[in-house]
């Protein structure tokens, strides 16, 4: 039977011709309106014309009447009029509204108008060159208005004779022979004109109405021609419909309500009609009813297993339920589920139920695909392929050739294999087997494919939640415990502790806390790479865990630091613990191609002594490490008060540096430099000191190392730049002679990437010449990385800033790399002047560097000179500079100006 649409197909075609013939129609009819506005249009232009030509007569007349009154009447009110006629004409006024024929008749002795003037003031040439005329058309007019234009000066000399008391004159040239031939001039061209506009918009409107008789021929044709398709129309409805239109809607009206006892009768040839539809239809509802009962059951079953995939908690518990409620409420003969087995590269049944169920022990079914020794069938072919396999007719498929006499024994007519996923991958098969052919229809297949779908989701659910279990084990072990070392973390520290402690106040016992810290571990991830010091961790962790005791802990508190809590230990048990900790890192640890030597540095807090709670343990054992740090590494220390004290003093000193310089607490004192040999002052260091409120004055040497802890060195040392910089542009635009200011730099200042900028952005700021800044650094500051002191040293030097060596001779210098140094003064260090009278080998120190420095064409200065002695050694040795107490102590700005106003030695 074909489908309604083809049936329809001939009614739509001339439903299509109906409209087509209809729009063609209303086409025409809208031309022929269209032509029948033309003639509408040609009658007025022609009107237009005439009302133009007949607009320069009558003003041409009008002229005439208006000159003749006054000439008879002698009337100042027909002179006006006649200037104003002309004037409208030649566009120098406004028009009148409706300004044609009688106008000026209209017009009373009191000058009363008709009509009101408008706001178009156009010469009446003009208009007529805007009508469209012809050129012979235009050429009549332009002659009619040219010869009323010359009549006009007769008329104007009329004029004056009526005004110089000579209207009888005038009257007489206004009425003479020639005045007549000159209006005869006026006229003639008018009426020529007449004739050729006549003929031609005659002919316009002769050619308009010719074509508006011709299309209302083809309109009315258009008409009839559309009565015969609506005919035409009626008559294949009929047939499409295959009766008639009240038979058709009560049909439709019966098979809607769902009833099917009114069968419809066809007529003959009325098989491809909408009647022929409705009767293929009626039939189909009627087998749609006789499934339904089926699709019922499958509905129950798809029910039934959504239900079971909610209780069930795993596959074990899951898959018997699905295989019973697939027989029970699915009305299939037997129902099984095969999933894979690994092992052995086979589905598996692993739940069955119904009938025939028996062939299954024992069944497998080879998932190689590349096995050509077994036959895979619609199970196999559902698991390879991963689509639904459908056997309509179980019997006669050659699919299922060899269990043709099991399907007849157990009355299977058809059967189903659906694929199960698990995370888009097949890993089992759900096989249905139903007793009728065909039992599979469409909505059966997507019913059992839904199934077969939650079965899937159910799959995926409970590996999730094995998934979900195996990661809450592996969170909760991750929570407590380090993932790199497998030790406790602070978690698991924090917990072991409180037991302890709990443990310890109730018992009264006690216990130590051990902080341990890898030595310069910083140092091997930065040469070998984070994935050397890991392996390194994981070493050191196995090798302390084997020193402890069972009931002992360690814990790792964060990148190389580590916390050990040991129960019942005292002082004597924890230095052998401590010294059996130390000495496990004697051995190298191999790491990967390397032997890596490192030590480790120990702090010791014990319970009660040393603190009641972890925190206070864990501070006071972190700080005892730190001091053993200190004193060398690779060793213990345990915690006493002084270092509490001196914990509590740096963190108290660290807090209130943070605000020194907002509130002005740190100022510079300048001690003064002299020339050895001339006795005058050349330079300064600035030497930075912290008055302190509270605290009293803190010495640089205590406060410094803090700021390069806690990083306000760089905010600091940039504003003692500056003022220092600051002072001496001060200095020598007050009239003194230039001299050097020396600055001491820090190793974070000086590993600054960005000091050579910042120096030169505070001496072109203050407007000091470079020359006249010198930076001393240490030397154990420039050999920490002696290429990239050299590097900076050179981006200063080009800057023309001047670089000194503090201290020379406390540090290791390779004379190599002094040679390098952009440096132009070496300071001798205050320890080995301080006993150059009295010990030779500071004398002999002294010589030497004095000596290799005007080798190497270096100034020398000495600071802490304070005796005369000391002062005539070094002048005898040709030192250059000196400093120290025996000329002055640093100053403060003020004092150290009016120092150098008045001495010179």
Not at 8 to 25: D, E, G, H, K, Y
Not at 54 to 62: A, F, K
Not at 153 to 180: P, V, W
Not at 821 to 848: C, H, M, T, W
Request: glycine share 6%.
């Amino acid at each position: 039977m074909s489908s309604p649409t083809y049936i329809s197909s001939p009614f739509r075609q001339n439903l299509w011709q109906s409209v087509a013939i209809l729009i063609l129609t209303i086409i025409s009819f809208v031309i022929y309106v269209a032509a029948e506005k033309r003639i509408d249009r040609a009658n007025e232009m022609r009107l237009h014309s005439f009302l133009l030509a007949d607009e320069l007569r009558q003003s041409s007349d009008d002229l005439t009447r208006m000159i003749r009154t006054y000439a008879a009447t002698r009337n100042p009110l027909y002179k006006k009029h006649y200037e104003e006629i002309l004037d409208i004409r030649n566009g120098k006024k406004p028009r009148p509204l409706t300004y044609q024929n009688i106008y000026w008749d209209l017009v009373g002795l009191d000058n009363t108008r008709p009509r009101p003037l408008s706001t178009q003031s156009i010469p009446l040439i003009e208009m007529m060159r805007q009508a469209g005329f012809t050129e012979a058309e235009f050429a009549k007019l332009s002659e009619a208005k040219n010869n009323s234009d010359a009549l006009t000066q007769t008329e104007f000399r009329a004029m004056k004779l009526i005004e110089s008391n000579h209207a009888e004159k005038a009257f007489a040239l206004l009425h003479d022979a020639a005045y007549h031939r000159a209006k005869l001039t006026i006229m003639s061209p008018i009426g020529e004109f007449y004739d050729l506009m006549n003929a031609r918009t005659s002919a316009a409107v002769h050619s308009a109405e010719t074509t508006a008789f011709i299309l209302r021929i083809i309109f009315i044709l258009m008409g009839i021609f559309l009565f015969i398709m609506l005919w035409r129309l009626h008559k294949t409805l009929q047939t499409t419909l295959g009766s008639s239109l009240e038979d058709v809607h009560a049909h439709i009206m019966h098979i809607g309500s769902g009833d099917f006892s009114h069968p419809i009768t066809l007529k003959y040839g009325s098989q491809e009609s909408i009647l022929g539809w409705l009767s293929e239809t009626q039939q189909k509802l009627k087998e749609l009813l006789a499934t339904n009962e089926r699709l019922k059951n499958l509905y129950a079953a798809l029910s039934q297993c959504n239900q079971a995939i909610v209780r069930s908690t795993s596959e074990a518990e899951l898959f018997p339920l699905i295989c019973r409620d697939a027989i029970d409420f699915g009305g299939m003969k037997m129902a099984w589920i095969g999933m894979l087995d690994p092992s052995s590269n086979s589905l598996k049944s692993v739940s069955c139920h119904g009938e025939g169920t028996d062939y299954l022990e024992g069944f497998t079914i080879s998932t190689d695909s590349t096995d050509t020794t077994k036959t895979h069938g619609p199970t196999g072919g559902a698991f390879h392929e991963n689509r639904p396999f459908w056997c309509q007719d179980f019997q006669n498929d050659p699919t299922t050739a060899p269990w043709h006499e099991r399907g007849k024994q157990y009355g299977w007519g058809s059967s189903a294999a659906l694929p199960l996923t698990r995370e888009g991958k097949v890993v089992g098969v759900f096989s249905l087997y139903a007793q009728e052919k065909n039992a599979f229809d469409e909505a059966a297949k997507k019913l059992l494919e839904e199934m077969a779908m939650d079965i899937s989701f159910a799959l995926e659910l409970f590996s999730k939640e094995m998934a979900r279990v195996k990661a809450e084990k592996q969170i909760q072990y991750l929570a407590n415990y380090d993932e790199l070392t497998g030790l406790p973390n602070r978690l698991k520290l924090d917990n072991r502790i409180q037991y302890l402690l709990s443990l310890a106040k109730r018992n009264e016992i006690t216990f130590t806390v051990m902080f341990l810290d890898l030595d310069h571990f910083k140092t091997i991830n930065d040469t070998l790479g984070h994935s050397c010091g890991d392996s390194l961790l994981i070493e050191a962790s196995k090798r302390l865990k084997m020193i402890l005791r069972e009931e002992d802990t360690i814990a790792r508190f964060g990148g190389d630091e580590f916390i050990i809590l040991l129960p019942n230990i005292a002082v004597d048990g924890a230095t052998q613990v401590a010294q059996k900790l130390l000495n496990t890192f004697q051995e190298p640890f191999p790491i990967n191609e390397h032997d890596l030597c490192i030590s480790s540095s120990i702090g010791i807090a014990l319970y009660p002594n040393d603190g009641n709670d972890f925190e206070t343990l864990y501070k006071n054992a972190d700080t005892a490490m730190y001091r053993a740090k200190k004193e060398g590494r690779n060793r213990f220390c345990f915690f006493t008060m002084e270092m509490q004290r001196h914990s509590v003093r740096n963190l108290e000193l660290s807090n209130a540096l943070r605000y020194a310089l907002e509130r002005n607490q740190l100022e510079l004192h300048y001690q003064p430099q002299f020339s050895t040999q001339k006795g005058t002052v050349i330079g300064a260091e600035a030497l930075l000191r912290w008055n302190h409120s509270e605290l009293g004055s803190i010495s640089p040497s205590e406060f410094i190392p803090i700021a390069e802890e806690n990083g306000m060195i760089l905010s600091i040392g940039e504003w003692v730049l500056h003022t220092a910089i600051k002072a001496a542009k001060e200095w020598m635009d007050g009239g003194y002679s230039p001299l050097i200011m020396a600055v001491n730099l820090s190793a974070v200042q000086f590993r600054s990437s960005n000091l050579p900028a910042l120096i030169a952005a505070i001496l072109e700021e203050v407007g000091l010449p470079p020359e006249y800044l010198e930076l001393e650094l240490t030397e154990s500051i420039a050999m920490d990385d002696p290429q990239k002191a050299i590097n900076t040293m050179n981006e200063l030097h080009t800057k023309g800033i001047r670089m000194s060596i503090d201290d020379f001779g406390t540090g290791h210098s390779s004379l190599s790399y002094l040679k390098k140094f952009k440096i132009y003064k070496l300071k001798i260090d205050q320890s080995f002047v301080r006993d150059i009278n009295i010990d030779p080998e500071d004398k002999a120190i002294v010589s030497a560097i004095i000596s290799m420095s005007k080798s190497l064409g270096l100034q020398t200065i000495a600071e802490g000179v304070e005796t005369i002695a000391q002062l005539n050694y070094l002048r005898e040795e040709k030192c250059d500079e000196i400093q120290g107490y025996y000329f002055s102590k640093p100053l403060p700005k003020k004092a150290f100006e009016e120092f150098r106003d008045k001495y010179a030695f």
